[in-house]
């Protein structure tokens, strides 16, 4: 299934085992795109779905121009996050155990579609200058790796 761009909005993988006793795997593939023709951004991936058996194995969100999710106006990527943990699977796993607050681990909580309550963390982000360098990079633990002063001179490693 494509969009008027041609982008691929889902896409499904099947794996076969030669063993006829073992089912077929299927795994759907759902992307979603900004295609702002105005301003020449076509085909920048804001979401990456993987789903089996209806359910959501993986999901990514990417995040352009240091702008809300969705939001791009030169396309420079700054924030790329990942579905860490449902509120669901914490309880399927680690019920009964006393954990620590999800948030104080890097987890930003973030309530879904359907009312979940989900843990995401970034897994890469950036800021840039006017002409699209990259001066401040932030591991997925919240520690500043790098950053460049105005002259491109790096002042913290």
């Not at 499904?12 to 593939?29: F, M, S, Y």
């Not at 999901?59 to 860490?84: C, K, P």
Request: glycine share 10%.
């Amino acid at each position: 299934e494509h969009d008027d761009f041609g982008n691929v909005l889902r896409e499904t993988r099947r794996g076969i085992n030669p063993d006829p006793n073992v089912p077929e795997l299927a795994v759907t593939i759902e992307g979603s795109y900004i295609n702002n023709a105005e301003n020449w951004l076509l085909g920048l991936p804001v979401r990456r779905t993987l789903r089996a058996g209806g359910k959501r194995l993986d999901d990514t969100r990417m995040f352009y121009d240091e702008l809300a999710f969705g939001g791009a106006t030169e396309g420079l990527l700054t924030r790329r996050e990942r579905l860490g943990l449902t509120n669901a699977l914490l309880q399927d796993v680690f019920d009964g155990i006393d954990l620590p607050e999800i948030a104080t681990l890097g987890y930003r909580e973030v309530e879904s579609e359907n009312g979940e309550t989900e843990f995401w963390f970034n897994e890469y982000d950036v800021s840039h200058d006017a002409r699209g360098n990259v001066i401040r990079h932030r591991d997925p633990f919240g520690k500043i790796n790098a950053a460049l002063d105005s002259l491109g001179k790096m002042i913290h490693a």
